[in-house]
């Protein structure tokens, strides 16, 4: 079979401009469409999107790329097998199902219901919160890109009263072997497909109750995850970086991260109007989770403290893209190169790979809310740890947290508090000696 290639371009130096596809397969196809998405010429370069460039939206824009890209070449390999013609209104319906425009609204077809369910998450209402994030969006359009790959493995199109057991099982194999996928991202893609089911159903729709059998569940593993300890803490925040303004500033913020739990989008829209003062006479940082639209109170560690008190105010903001760079070099440069186990995304693949490797290669964003919850587990109750890095059972919890939600700051507090009081008794007991 002759190899088809996919190119992205774009035309003219205007701000944004238009960003192209291009699609040519021998000697007779060349077929060049806009994808209407659009981009800073500035960030684009002779083979795509700058590997430099840092933008708000950037990891987002290639996601979509490539998702088009392996579309029309699965497409294109279904229809030279099923000898269809590929010309520009072939393309022009390739475009428009990647965009989610070609959506029957009628159809039982299982990726069309994924794409009927993820039209209407946007307006959709959960825990008095309307619309989802656009992570749930994206994870939605990665499960429906692994289908198309699956339907092209076994040659046929699912509809609802196909997902039953067998189809479970042939999806996970698959996943496993063609596409060397964790049980988790298949537990995801399970997940994804038992809710779009249930919300089919809820509509009318015909589904195999299969779906709902307790044998239909989300298969998981162990996750093999990296934090900072107290003592790696210590170390990073003494580092001097010799005036390195940018490497200074991710240690700030890496410092900050891993004393509140913040998620990496919530930690950079922190400022000065987000510190108040507990009732306790303590400084807390008050904010809204972006994820959850839970608002929090977390008190504001002695290292948290020295930093602000230095900067009037919280680090200079980056964006995840940056941070999640800057902080592995900060590491890096503090001496965290002693391998351990860990799973770590490979950059050509974008898969999880588990392996050994340098400390400082696992460090990203996520470690700061796994580092402050392991870092207090079994000092604290579970239920005040949840509260402030707003796991994902936080919902069980919250239900009873009611009168004691602003309790959890003295805890912390007192925690902080007894362990700086038996450092001081150390120290004084050795200068004493």
Not at 24 to 36: A, P, V, W
Not at 122 to 146: E, F, L
Not at 318 to 336: E, H, P, R, W
Request: glycine letters at 6%.
């Amino acid at each position: 079979m002759i190899m088809a290639t996919v190119k992205f371009l774009i035309k003219g130096k205007s701000n944004p401009v238009n960003i192209y596809v291009r699609l040519r397969d021998g000697k007779n196809i060349d077929l060049t469409l806009s994808t209407s998405k659009t981009i800073n010429p500035n960030f684009w370069g002779v083979k795509g999107i700058k590997q430099k460039a840092d933008f708000l939206d950037k990891v987002n824009l290639e996601n979509d790329l490539r998702g088009l890209e392996e579309l029309i070449l699965n497409k294109r390999n279904e229809s030279v097998t099923k000898k269809k013609a590929i010309n520009k209104d072939w393309l022009t319906n390739v475009i428009n199902d990647w965009k989610g425009l070609n959506i029957g609204e009628d159809s039982d077809l299982l990726i069309d219901r994924i794409k009927s369910y993820k039209k209407w998450l946007p307006d959709s209402i959960r825990n008095n919160k309307k619309g989802v994030s656009d992570g749930t969006i994206r994870n939605y359009n990665t499960t429906i890109a692994r289908l198309v790959k699956f339907e092209e493995y076994k040659g046929a199109e699912f509809s609802l009263v196909d997902i039953d057991l067998t189809f479970y099982d042939n999806y996970k194999s698959f996943a496993q072997s063609n596409l060397g996928l964790s049980l988790n991202s298949i537990g995801k893609d399970v997940k994804n497909i038992k809710a779009v089911c249930r919300y089919s159903k809820d509509r009318g729709f015909k589904v195999n109750e299969q779906v709902f059998s307790s044998n239909f569940k989300a298969p998981s593993e162990k996750t093999l995850f990296t934090t900072l300890t107290v003592n790696e803490l210590t170390q990073i925040k003494n580092k001097d970086f010799e005036g390195k303004s940018y490497l200074e500033n991710a240690r700030d913020w890496l410092i900050v991260g891993c004393w509140t739990g913040c998620r990496v989008g919530d930690l950079m829209n922190l400022t000065n109007d987000n510190i108040l003062t507990h009732k306790s006479g303590n400084r807390i940082i008050q904010y809204t989770q972006s994820k959850t639209g839970t608002q929090v109170k977390v008190p504001i560690h002695e290292d948290v403290l020295v930093i602000i008190d230095r900067l009037n105010g919280f680090p200079r903001p980056i964006s995840a893209v940056k941070f999640n760079d800057y902080i592995k070099t900060v590491c890096k440069l503090v001496g965290l190169t002693y391998k351990v186990k860990g799973t770590k995304q490979n950059k050509d693949t974008h898969l999880k790979e588990t392996g050994t490797f340098e400390k400082w290669e696992l460090i990203r964003s996520h470690t700061c809310r796994r580092s402050f919850a392991t870092n207090h587990y079994d000092k604290m109750s579970n239920k005040q740890i949840m509260y402030v890095t707003g796991h994902a059972t936080e919902k069980m919890l919250i239900r009873y947290v009611g009168e004691t939600e602003s309790d959890h700051v003295e805890d912390f507090i007192d925690l902080w508090s007894n362990e700086r009081s038996q450092e001081n008794e150390k120290v004084k007991s050795i200068i004493n000696y």
